[in-house]
């Protein structure tokens, strides 16, 4: 069930509470660990346009920075698992954090944009080696009743991250310049590395399990029919949160205010996130991805809308953001949940498969909205909408064979 090998009769630490038999406040400093994560991978999307200028390329370019830290987050995930998996997890998360720091310094100091790929994948392999393993340990501290909560609190930090990481990163990018912001990243990750060392219960590893062996899970009809869903739910997020700046202003958010909308996004996806946390444990995890792609296409679509109509409808843009973080962000617990229900004897492995889905489909929106970007904010926009339409297709279609 998870990838900490522990037993129950374990001796209890003073104020620790026994593995599996915990509340939810064990899983909170793991979520200060995918905040930092989350704050990187997500920042630059709020000063992208200042970093192309900067690197002297255009701001598609630039975003290709996005999708090289997501697709070597997505090759390296099943892999740093497999080659990490006898470490202790307090020494592996620590580790991570620690990479992700000094990855995000060597970003800040890129003179070109190859420099700044090169960074981006070292940082991509701290993120991969911290998030699954954060997820799998959260679900192992837990009493299983509170299992998705714990997923959420812990995916809540990446959503806290696009609520107050990302925007507070462009300010300090607008402030200081997009380097420095980067430098108060890496500069986070070192100080909440030194957190969870100092707060997180000691923890073994597991016996190493070859990655041909991990993978085999793969070809088990009930996870195939849930990890595409994931890629294809973060691709029509991430098609235009990538460009999030550019396609914001195309909707008639005056200058200044792109940062507002950008909390909103945030916002949302933070209540997103949480509210999808209690409903999968209450309702399941079907219906809540149903109401999160229907409430994805809408939002997309509207706001592809007025991005054609050129009408400048600014409480109802902001709703709108509003409603797309919180259903780009509804997915991650609900999706955790179910491959954990299918494969619960792996579910550090599927809990990793399907982090590197969430890569795979960041860098499959960041591709296809730099594709639809010169083309214009409709575009992108209705791009998203088609994505997310079609996520809600595949959901209705293969949610029979995910229960089997």
Same mark, same amino acid.
Request: glycine share 10%; hydrophobic share 55%.
């Given at each position: 069930?998870?990838?900490?090998?522990?037993?129950?009769?374990?001796?209890?630490? #003073?104020?620790?509470?026994?593995?599996?038999?915990?509340?939810?406040?064990?899983?909170? %400093?793991?979520?200060?660990?995918?905040?930092?994560?989350?704050?990187?991978?997500?920042? %630059?999307?709020?000063?992208?346009?200042?970093?192309?200028? #900067?690197?002297?390329?255009?701001?598609?370019?630039?975003?290709?920075?996005?999708?090289?830290?997501?697709?070597?987050?997505?090759?390296?995930?099943?892999?740093?698992? $497999?080659?990490?998996?006898?470490?202790?997890?307090?020494?592996?998360?620590?580790?991570?954090?620690?990479?992700?720091?000094?990855?995000?310094?060597?970003?800040?100091?890129?003179?070109?944009?190859?420099?700044?790929?090169?960074?981006?994948?070292?940082?991509?392999?701290?993120?991969?080696?911290?998030?699954?393993?954060?997820?799998?340990?959260?679900?192992?501290?837990?009493?299983?009743?509170?299992?998705?909560?714990?997923?959420?609190?812990?995916?809540?930090?990446?959503?806290?991250?696009?609520?107050?990481?990302?925007?507070?990163?462009?300010?300090?990018?607008?402030?200081?310049?997009?380097?420095?912001?980067?430098?108060?990243?890496?500069?986070?990750?070192?100080?909440?590395?030194?957190?969870?060392?100092?707060?997180?219960?000691?923890?073994?590893?597991?016996?190493?399990?070859?990655?041909? $062996?991990?993978?085999?899970?793969?070809?088990?009809?009930?996870?195939?029919?849930?990890?595409?869903?994931?890629?294809?739910?973060?691709?029509?997020?991430?098609?235009?949160?990538?460009?999030?700046?550019? %396609?914001?202003?195309?909707?008639?958010?005056? #200058?200044? $205010?792109?940062?507002?909308?950008?909390?909103?996004?945030?916002?949302?996806?933070?209540?997103?996130?949480?509210?999808?946390?209690?409903?999968?444990?209450?309702?399941?995890?079907?219906?809540?991805?149903?109401?999160?792609?229907?409430?994805?296409?809408?939002?997309?679509?509207?706001?592809?809308?007025?991005?054609?109509?050129?009408v400048p409808l600014m409480p109802v843009v902001g709703v709108l953001v509003l409603l797309w973080g919180a259903s780009s962000w509804c997915q991650t617990?609900?999706?955790?949940?179910?491959?954990?229900?299918?494969?619960?004897?792996?579910?550090?492995?599927?809990?990793?498969?399907?982090?590197?889905?969430?890569?795979?489909?960041?860098?499959?929106?960041?591709?296809?909205?730099?594709?639809?970007?010169?083309?214009?904010?409709?575009?992108?926009?209705?791009?998203?909408?088609?994505?997310?339409?079609?996520?809600?297709?595949?959901?209705?279609?293969?949610?029979?064979?995910?229960?089997?």
């Amino acid at each position: 069930m998870s990838n900490v090998s522990i037993t129950s009769d374990r001796p209890k630490a #003073d104020g620790q509470a026994l593995p599996g038999q915990g509340g939810l406040s064990s899983t909170l %400093v793991l979520a200060l660990g995918t905040f930092a994560v989350g704050t990187d991978a997500f920042v %630059v999307a709020g000063f992208l346009p200042s970093m192309a200028e #900067d690197l002297h390329v255009s701001a598609a370019a630039a975003g290709q920075s996005v999708t090289v830290f997501a697709a070597a987050y997505a090759l390296l995930s099943p892999v740093l698992a $497999t080659a990490t998996a006898r470490l202790p997890r307090r020494a592996l998360l620590v580790g991570a954090l620690i990479t992700l720091g000094l990855a995000n310094l060597c970003s800040a100091l890129a003179p070109n944009l190859a420099v700044l790929i090169i960074s981006r994948v070292i940082a991509a392999a701290g993120a991969a080696a911290y998030t699954p393993s954060a997820g799998a340990v959260s679900a192992a501290l837990v009493r299983p009743e509170f299992r998705a909560r714990a997923l959420a609190v812990v995916i809540g930090g990446l959503t806290v991250a696009t609520a107050l990481g990302v925007p507070l990163g462009t300010l300090a990018g607008h402030w200081l310049g997009w380097r420095s912001a980067l430098a108060v990243v890496a500069g986070l990750c070192v100080v909440i590395a030194a957190g969870v060392r100092l707060i997180m219960p000691p923890l073994p590893g597991n016996p190493r399990v070859p990655l041909r $062996t991990r993978l085999a899970v793969l070809r088990r009809p009930a996870v195939l029919a849930v990890l595409p869903l994931t890629v294809l739910g973060m691709g029509a997020a991430y098609t235009a949160y990538a460009y999030s700046v550019p %396609v914001l202003r195309a909707v008639r958010v005056p #200058d200044g $205010t792109d940062l507002w909308m950008l909390f909103l996004y945030g916002l949302g996806a933070v209540l997103g996130n949480l509210a999808s946390g209690y409903a999968t444990d209450r309702w399941g995890s079907v219906r809540v991805l149903t109401t999160g792609y229907t409430g994805m296409v809408l939002a997309l679509a509207l706001l592809a809308r007025i991005a054609a109509t050129g009408v400048p409808l600014m409480p109802v843009v902001g709703v709108l953001v509003l409603l797309w973080g919180a259903s780009s962000w509804c997915q991650t617990p609900a999706q955790q949940h179910r491959l954990i229900e299918v494969a619960p004897q792996e579910a550090p492995l599927v809990v990793s498969l399907n982090s590197s889905g969430i890569y795979l489909g960041i860098g499959l929106g960041t591709v296809l909205g730099g594709i639809a970007l010169p083309h214009g904010a409709t575009a992108v926009y209705g791009l998203g909408a088609v994505l997310a339409l079609a996520a809600l297709l595949f959901l209705r279609v293969t949610a029979r064979a995910a229960s089997r």
